[in-house]
């Protein structure tokens, strides 16, 4: 048997994906759309507080194309406060005008393939990276993926040295890119679909397409890349909250 590679989990992660009823939203009253999204800003609001506290970190974005319009990307140090957290959401009165389309569970995982901590509970750097807040950039792409298991191609049956020198190859890649992306990855193995989640945050939409292009070439994506579906999204201020949802 191949050797599993050690993890390191960090906060647990939620990514919310609602489309909005626009017909309830545009039917509804004046009154009642103000206070939806007088309710949606607060909730929006505590986010500060926790994030203060560094008892997790919270985004909201609008997305481009069908497959939501807003998604709420939520870390949290458990699965209860996830959980307690959605709920809260769906008890809003601006929840009653979405419709969730597709969310993803799944945790924060730093693996040891290319650098190995000595006491991460002690590390500051570890421990930022495994509770991170999250990035203000102006957008965020998210895809779930899997490494292969097929035939020759079962990264699952490689040795570690062989994944390590793929691992390598691929961090080379993703830094040169620092300063323009920056990646979270959370592992989602036993608890969503997917073996992970990949959330990239940049300034530039640009960055997503000419990183994930230039890892399609590299062997740990060439060969062992399988996809799920990607979603891009603008970061949502409570100030393009109001703008977006004024009619
Ligand atoms: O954590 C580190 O910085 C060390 C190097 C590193 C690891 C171990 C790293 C760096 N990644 C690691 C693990 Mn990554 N990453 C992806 C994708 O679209 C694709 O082809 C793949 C999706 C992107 C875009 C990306 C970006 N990475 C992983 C893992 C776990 C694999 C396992 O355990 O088998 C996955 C699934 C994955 C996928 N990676 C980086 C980046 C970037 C930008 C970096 C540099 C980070 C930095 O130095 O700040």
New binding site residues.
């Given amino acids: 048997m191949s050797e599993a ?1 050690n ?1 390191l989990e960090g906060w647990f992660a939620l990514h919310d994906f609602r489309s909005i009823d626009w017909a309830a939203w545009k039917s509804a009253s004046e009154e009642e759309r103000r206070a939806a999204l007088e309710e949606l800003i607060a909730f929006m609001h505590k986010w500060g507080d926790v994030e203060a506290n560094k008892q997790g970190s919270s985004t909201m974005v609008s997305v481009v194309g069908h497959k939501a319009d807003i998604a709420f990307m939520h870390l949290r140090p458990t699965l209860e406060e996830l959980d307690a957290l959605e709920a809260e959401f769906n008890k809003t009165q601006f929840a009653m005008y979405t419709i969730q389309t597709y969310s993803y569970v799944s945790v924060v ?3 040891s ?3 190995q901590a000595e006491n991460p509970e002690a590390d500051p750097a570890i421990q930022a990276r495994l509770k991170p807040i999250l990035p203000k950039t102006k957008h965020i792409c998210f ?1 779930p ?1 899997n ?1 292969k298991r097929e035939g020759n191609d079962n ?1 699952y049956m490689l040795s570690m040295e062989e ?1 390590r020198a793929m ?1 390598r190859s ?2 080379m ?3 040169s ?2 300063g323009r ?3 979270i ?1 959370t592992g989602s193995v036993g608890l969503d679909d997917w ?2 989640g ?1 959330t ?1 945050f940049a300034d530039d939409p640009i960055v997503f397409k000419k ?2 292009y230039e ?2 070439f ?1 062997e ?2 060439a060969r062992f ?1 399988e ?1 799920g579906t990607f979603i891009v999204g603008n970061r949502m201020t409570e100030e393009r909250v109001n703008e977006y949802f004024a009619i």
Avoid: P
């Fill in positions: 590679v993890t995982e730093l693996s393939y290319v650098s895809y993926m490494k990264w994944r691992m691929h961090g890649i993703g830094r890119y620092a992306v920056t990646q990855i073996e992970w990949v990239l990183l994930v890892m399609r590299d740990a994506s890349g996809f």
